[in-house]
């Protein structure tokens, strides 16, 4: 079987080690009931369209036909959401390219792609997606339209999926405020962890979805 092409995702559950071993800790399953409970969003998802797996911390799904990938970013926008309500960021990659699988065998540059740019620019909870596809749609006079459904953000160069929209904003800063209240212990003096929240609430703040006056829910620096 040659190989063919295709959209891979690689979504990585943030935080997945220390909520394992706070399951472990008290002894309950509210991690693995938040996992199921989140994952549950596939259970609706076309399989014959989108292919989906999921290993521990890790989901990867794939779409191998172009008239369905605004879709494919819709689907990837509800999975972050979904997961967002049950208390947990994401982040992840979206990338086109070779794609090789029989049997238990997958040979994958779609997917090593992905999670290049979910390890190296996601940086925050956000799902970055390759500028190559962002090329191949500037040029596709028959691929559909992306840039025109209110789909992606650019910053600083990095496009990236946007998970807001007018209806669904405050849902979304209540759940990251939420995440960011409950964790204020967790994030002393953890910088790295800290700033994936400074970011995710500036991404918020700047979106054109955002109310008028809307305000952050991080801490201030304060002088002592």
């Given at each position: 079987?040659?190989?063919?092409?295709?959209?891979?995702?690689?979504?990585?559950?943030?935080?997945?080690?220390?909520?394992?071993?706070?399951?472990?800790?008290t002894g309950r399953?509210?991690?693995q009931e938040k996992l199921a409970?989140?994952?549950?969003?596939?259970?609706?998802?076309?399989?014959?369209?989108f292919r989906v797996q999921a290993i521990s911390d890790t989901i990867i799904l794939t779409c191998d036909e172009h008239q369905h990938f605004p879709e494919f970013l819709q689907l990837l926008r509800s999975?972050?959401?979904?997961?967002?309500?049950?208390?947990?960021?994401v982040r992840g990659g979206v990338a086109y390219?070779?794609?090789?699988?029989?049997?238990?065998?997958?040979?994958?540059?779609?997917?090593?792609?992905?999670?290049?740019?979910?390890s190296k620019l996601a940086s925050y909870p956000r799902i970055v997606v390759d500028k190559n596809i962002i090329d191949m749609y500037a040029i596709g006079r028959d691929l559909p339209q992306i840039r025109?459904?209110?789909l992606l953000c650019?910053?600083?160069?990095?496009?990236?999926?946007?998970?807001?929209?007018?209806?669904?904003?405050t849902?979304?800063?209540?759940?990251a405020k939420a995440i960011h209240d409950a964790s204020l212990q967790a994030l002393m003096s953890d910088e790295s962890a800290f700033s994936k929240h400074i970011r995710f609430e500036r991404y918020l703040l700047a979106s054109p979805s955002a109310p008028s006056g809307a305000t952050g829910f991080v801490g201030q620096i304060k002088v002592s």
């Open positions: 079987m040659n190989p063919t092409y295709l959209y891979a995702a690689l979504l990585d559950v943030l935080g997945y080690r220390q909520l394992l071993d706070r399951d472990l800790g399953l509210d991690f409970e989140a994952l549950r969003i596939f259970e609706s998802v076309n399989e014959a369209v999975v972050f959401i979904a997961f967002l309500r049950q208390g947990v960021f390219s070779r794609h090789f699988q029989s049997g238990h065998l997958t040979y994958s540059h779609a997917v090593a792609r992905a999670y290049e740019l979910e025109s459904r209110n650019v910053e600083n160069g990095v496009y990236f999926l946007d998970v807001v929209t007018p209806s669904n904003w849902e979304v800063y209540t759940y």
